[in-house]
């Protein structure tokens, strides 16, 4: 393994924890962008033990598309949320359903739960390997098919092109 490597085992999480620490803190200064840097360093080298079979992020491009997507995607979920919650209640129509998976590797499949479980309105509930599925529930689903194609569509076929599995 090289340097780079051994520094930086998993870039992508040190990416993404750099940008959640200087999100989270109240003043951007050098001392938080310094502390930031220091945990995004450190968190992925203390948990690589953790992430023994991960897979392997094969187009980080579509990484950072299907990233600005889920974030839009909550950003109008909560909107929408809102609306139902402080609307009449008899649009609200939650609904359990499951979503048919066809994805191989498990940490995949739990990164496809936990953009789920990150969209308000939704969570995964569990996630059933052996059936390929990932029972959901929704907080109102008037089409459940409708909800199952923009699940696989939105999200889990650009991680099968992430990860190419």
Known sequence: ?????????????????????????????????LLGTILAVLIPIFTQRFWPNRPLVKRPVAAIGLFALVCWDIVNANWQVARLV??????????????????????VATLLASII???????S?????????????????????????TIKARYEAPLKEIFQC
């Not at 999100?23 to 001392?31: A, E, Q």
């Not at 509930?125 to 194609?149: P, Q, Y």
């Open 1 to 33: 393994m090289t340097v780079a490597g051994r520094i930086l085992p998993q870039p992508f999480v040190s990416l993404a924890v750099l940008g959640l620490w200087l999100v989270i803190v109240s003043s951007f200064t050098l001392g938080s962008l």
């Open 86 to 107: 402080l609307g009449p209640i008899r649009r609200i129509h939650p609904r359990f359903f499951d979503v048919p998976i066809d994805l191989d590797d498990p940490f």
């Open 117 to 123: 479980s990150l969209t308000p309105g939704t969570v």
């Open 125 to 149: 509930v569990d996630i059933d390997m052996d059936a390929r599925v990932i029972h959901v529930h929704g907080l109102s689903v008037d089409d459940e098919a409708a909800a199952i194609r």
